[in-house]
């Protein structure tokens, strides 16, 4: 089954804890990007990555960082997080084959950040 | 850069009655349009989408949408709600090539009265 996986689906942490969520899809897509989602602002575009080993910043990039060392694979690193990223973020994966954005995103992850 | 606009934060509507949520986009090129559906604590599920070719679409769960571009419009609509329908509604424009990711509008939220 085509998918994208997410985890944790929930974490609580403290400021300045670093974190990591992970993010796998089994298409064999070369894009993907995370988005956070908060009320009112709908989705916002963190990062991008067009394949290995290149990432692009999108609109709110930061506080995070990104890696894509393996195809399947896009970790969102928070360094430090503050409470301002406390948030619902989700990881998509593009149907590049269709070159025309479609995206399939993972189930979400809540963000708490005390 | 693209931008998308849901004029209505909120709607509430009738069990059965019908259904239209407006969506207005700002692209300089063929757009690829899409509408996503959020329901409480879920992820993004895909409803429909536009790449080209016939205006109106079909989607999942008896939705359809209509692609307007004098208007630069792609409206959600469905005849006859049903109360598993309330839930948030995301309509988005892909720049094409899927490397950029989408960009959201901010959403709007479905209320069903019985």
């Known amino acids: 089954e085509a998918q994208v996986t997410q985890n944790p689906r929930y974490l609580i942490t403290v400021t300045g804890k670093k974190l990591t969520v992970t993010c796998s899809q089994n298409?064999?897509?070369?894009?993907m990007s995370w988005y956070r989602q908060d009320p009112g602002l709908g989705l916002r575009q963190i990062y991008y990555?067009?394949?290995?080993?290149?990432?692009d910043k999108g609109d709110v990039p930061e506080g995070y960082k990104v890696s894509r060392k393996e195809k399947r694979n896009f970790p969102l690193i928070l360094e430090s997080p503050s409470p301002n990223q406390t948030s619902l973020y989700f990881c998509?994966?593009?149907?590049?084959?269709?070159?025309?954005?479609?995206?399939?995103f993972g189930p979400g992850t809540r963000l708490t950040v005390t | 850069a693209q931008s998308v606009t849901q004029p209505d934060i909120h709607i509430t509507v009738s069990e059965g009655a019908s259904l239209e949520l407006r969506c207005n986009y700002s692209?300089?090129?063929?757009?690829?349009l899409f509408w996503y559906v959020q329901s409480p604590g879920q992820g993004l599920q895909l409803l429909l989408k536009?790449?080209?070719?016939?205006?109106l679409v079909q989607g999942i769960k008896g939705f359809e949408a209509e692609f307007k571009r004098s208007q630069s419009s792609f409206n959600l609509r469905k005849p006859s709600v049903h109360w598993s329908d309330a839930a948030e509604y995301f309509c988005?424009?892909?720049?094409?090539?899927?490397?950029?990711?989408?960009?959201f509008g901010k959403g709007t939220h479905l209320i069903i009265q019985p």
């Open positions: 988005a424009v892909g720049a094409g090539g899927g490397a950029d990711g989408l960009t």
């Open positions: 692209y300089g090129a063929t757009p690829y």
């Open positions: 998509a994966s593009t149907d590049d084959q269709t070159g025309k954005g479609e995206q399939y």
């Open positions: 536009y790449f080209s070719g016939d205006t």
């Open positions: 990555s067009m394949n290995v080993e290149v990432t």
């Open positions: 298409m064999n897509h070369e894009y």
